[in-house]
């Protein structure tokens, strides 16, 4: 994983140097964390599923990808399992958000680059230019590719993810426009039996006992957001072996109450 003040030079094929000024934040996940896309609850969206695990298969050369849903519906989950997946399948990692860029180089300099774009509703000015350029060689890597004669994978490909859709995106037009001219799905939010089956699942994965009625108890009193749910398990995940005591409403009470003080 890198973690420098510029992408390295062997992030992109030879042929298709970045050139770009990037202060690169670490970002607070690891692509090879537990959360790939076999982990992800497609209740409404299979399609958009199914293209995904079909990456890279099921992408055409030179032509991004976005993905728009409400907040907490999964989509950088997705992106996560996504660049789990191609690193599995020996591509470089591009990701860059709101909170900054981060890369993970393939074994092989040659192998093509995956560039991952989430929170594009909020990327900045700057975050936005290293966005359109990221277009831009997008572009460079498909007219090699095809005059290559188009054999074999593309050497870049890109898939994006937003709250709205790309029409809607508050950003720079001409980064707009590459954003929503290719393939776009929309994500749909899990109703309260699949926001049940993600934390059940997440339970699972981290070896968490809840106790009788914590999940009820979260599902009623608090939002339906996915990514506020999962943060506030860690939370009482980490609040729960702290205590050494058994998840359950009391103890949840007791850790909500220690940090509003």
């Known amino acids: 994983m890198s973690l420098l003040a510029e992408p390295p030079a062997m992030l992109l ?11 690169q934040l670490p970002l607070d996940f690891e692509p090879m964390a537990p959360a790939g896309l076999t982990q992800f609850i497609a209740q409404g969206n299979e399609e958009v599923l199914a293209w995904l695990m079909a990456w890279p298969d099921s992408a055409q050369p030179g032509t991004p990808t976005y993905l728009w849903g409400p907040q907490g519906c999964g989509k950088t989950h997705l992106l996560r399992g996504l660049a789990s997946q191609a690193l599995g ?5 591009l990701w860059l958000g709101r909170q900054g860029f981060q890369s993970w180089d393939a074994p092989q300099e040659q192998a093509g680059t995956l ?3 989430d929170d594009c509703e909020s990327l900045d000015a700057p ?3 290293w966005a359109f350029n990221l277009f831009i ?6 007219a090699q590719h095809e005059a290559a004669g188009g054999q074999g994978p593309s050497t870049m490909a890109i898939v994006a993810a937003g709250r709205v859709p790309p029409v809607d995106l508050p950003v720079r037009d001409d980064l707009r426009t590459r954003l ?7 994500l749909q939010a899990l109703g309260e039996e ?8 997440e339970c699972k994965r981290r070896g968490v006992r809840l106790a009788e009625g914590v999940l009820p108890y979260l599902l009623t009193h608090f939002s339906r957001d996915l990514g506020f749910l999962m943060d506030l398990l860690e939370r009482l995940d980490r609040f729960a072996l702290a205590e050494q005591r058994l998840v359950t ?5 007791q850790m909500l109450a220690q940090e509003t003080e």
């Open 13 to 23: 094929p030879p042929a298709l140097p970045l050139g770009l000024s990037m202060r």
């Open 89 to 93: 399948a020996g591509w470089h990692v």
């Open 115 to 117: 560039v991952l774009m």
């Open 127 to 129: 975050q936005q230019h």
């Open 137 to 142: 060689e997008n572009a460079a890597a498909t």
């Open 180 to 186: 929503g001219w290719g393939l776009v799905f929309a």
């Open 194 to 201: 699949g926001v049940k089956l993600v934390l059940e699942q």
């Open 249 to 253: 409403v009391p103890l949840l009470k």
